[in-house]
């Protein structure tokens, strides 16, 4: 079966973290995040995938090559103009044989596909959403369902007076009929969340509820963090939690630990963390990594190739590829440094301060 992901949004609500990479390639853990994704599609026996880029396509390309190292065959389609979700559809049409698979490429989940292709041939389905339930619907298509599993009702980003009486969103996971892209206009801008799931409502939409899956849309900084701590307390299966084991530490031989790694956590090739350091519990350390006497990182995410002073404080933070701290500086509640970011000594980021790459903050500089 062939596997539609769209990726071509631009990711404004994770920068810095994108300003220099696309999403679907910005490192979750130990592999770009898209990575999960084929992983989970892979093991449900897709090996078919077309990726629908909008935005910088070719680094998309350069990182995830032609899926063989997953097993996957994987073609690259860009729109010339951004095309909306269904126009993005559309537009892979002639790409498509039969039955496919459509899914959103933020989400990190192990809904149980196999189960939602069974319940979509059965209904005779001509679309069948996978939902998951949330506290708060607010940012997702919330649906109401039938006794039979037909949607009654779809309501994109529900405004909070809204009286629709259900917790169900859809979790961007779709198993759609052929038939279904006759609805789309070719050549054109078109939601499918807006035009296409409402047309369709009695036309055969479907709704398949997986209460006991692991779900989350990666798309903002807090809920990468909760993403990150996710797959490293092994709250859905993936490769990573296969590699952290039982001990739930991952320190690669490379690395050099003469302070304290607390699980979980996991540390990458060739990092190094000094004496009195801890990194841990709930810490990501990538490649190449240098974290200074006495510092704490702890929940947190430092990318590769950054530099972390001594008696520095990370918690609850994300330093991103080859940023630069200086002793005795704190990041913390929610923070995020862009790529290259360099912090001079005795600063204070906190906040979910956001700094971009090129910025440079001198020692003292910052306290907020
Ligand atoms: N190729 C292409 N072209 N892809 C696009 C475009 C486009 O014009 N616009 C958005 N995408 C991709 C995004 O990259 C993302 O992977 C996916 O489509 C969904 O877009 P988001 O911008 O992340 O939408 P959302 O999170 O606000 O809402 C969507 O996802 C929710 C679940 O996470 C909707 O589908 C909701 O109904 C759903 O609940
Ligand atoms: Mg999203």
């Known amino acids: 079966m062939q596997a539609v992901i769209l990726v071509g949004g631009e990711g404004t609500r994770l920068r810095p973290l994108t300003s220099t990479l696309p999403k679907p390639v910005v490192s979750l853990v130990d592999r770009p995040m898209m990575v999960y994704m084929l992983e989970w599609l892979r093991g449900h026996g897709i090996d078919d995938v077309i ?212 699980p979980p956590a996991i540390v990458g090739a060739r990092s190094r963390i000094a004496d009195g350091a801890h990194v841990g519990s709930l810490a990501v350390v990538g490649e190449d990594v240098i974290v200074g006497e006495s510092s704490i990182v702890e929940r947190a995410v430092v990318l590769h190739g950054a530099r972390i002073g001594e008696s520095c404080v990370l918690r609850d933070c994300i330093v991103g590829p080859g940023a630069c701290i200086g002793d005795r500086s704190q990041v913390i509640g929610g923070a995020m440094l862009g790529e290259g970011v360099v912090i001079g000594s005795d600063n204070v980021v906190a906040r979910g301060a956001r700094l971009f790459p090129g910025m440079e903050v001198p020692d003292g500089g910052l306290a907020f």
């Open 51 to 262: 990726m629908s880029c909008g935005f910088k396509a070719t680094k998309v390309r350069e990182v995830l090559g032609d899926g063989s190292q997953l097993g996957i065959r994987l073609r690259f389609v860009e729109e010339p103009d951004p095309r909306g979700t269904a126009g993005a559809l559309k537009f892979a049409e002639e790409f498509l044989d039969g039955r496919f698979l459509m899914l959103n490429g933020d989400v990190l989940t192990d809904i149980d596909l196999g189960a939602q292709i069974a319940q979509h041939d059965k209904a005779g389905a001509a679309a069948t959403l996978a939902l998951v339930p949330v506290l708060d619907p607010s940012s997702y298509g919330l649906v109401k369902l039938r006794e039979d599993g037909a949607v009654e009702e779809f309501l994109e980003k529900p405004p909070a007076d809204s009286v629709l009486d259900s917790s169900l969103i859809s979790a961007g996971a779709y198993v759609l009929e052929r038939s279904v892209l006759d609805l789309i206009a070719p050549d054109r801008n078109v939601s499918i969340e807006r035009e296409v799931w409402p047309a369709l409502i009695d036309q055969g939409l479907f709704g398949f509820v997986d209460d006991a899956a692991y779900w989350i849309d990666v798309g903002t900084p807090q809920r990468y963090l909760q993403a990150t701590f996710d797959i490293l307390e092994g709250k859905l299966r993936t490769g990573v939690a296969d590699k952290l084991g039982d001990g739930y530490l991952d320190v690669d031989p490379s690395a050099e630990v003469a302070g304290r790694a607390v």
